[in-house]
């Protein structure tokens, strides 16, 4: 029986393997791999927050204490996925990816404290998540107002007021 923790740490795992295979190639980035990564990433934000945080939300009628920080990573992480990648944007990405999926995992994460506030959701959420669609792409954007390091993205995404 899967667990709704076990499916989005399942989840990070693949993001990570696809990460690295995009940065594989020394003198370039692995294109398929890292579109494969760059619509994971911005599909697993969207179940996190349009399912799991949100029926969170609705059960207690708050928002869980970490979901502000959550969504400011959200934010910052998806800012990342804008520009045209290269090694030193991916290090950023990967560097970002790990203090954040290390606060939604294990047994004191938001991954089990949702489990744990939802347990009666279990199979619903579980479904929800399995259907939850691939998001259409849009091309990288180079310009004004890109950032490529965590440090501006984070900052750039904290300025933002998100919905409660």
Known sequence: MTSIRQALESDHRRLEALLEKAMAPRDRIDELAYRELRAGLLRHIGIEEKILLARARHRLGAPLSRARQLRI???AIASLLVPTP???LLRELAALLADHDAVEEGEEGVYAECEAILEDERESI?????NYPVPRLNPHYDGPNTHRTAREA????ARQRFRE
Do not use: K, P
């Open 73 to 75: 990573e959200h934010g």
């Open 86 to 88: 290269d090694h030193a």
């Open 126 to 130: 579980l479904e929800a998540i399995r």
């Open 154 to 157: 984070l900052a750039a995404s």
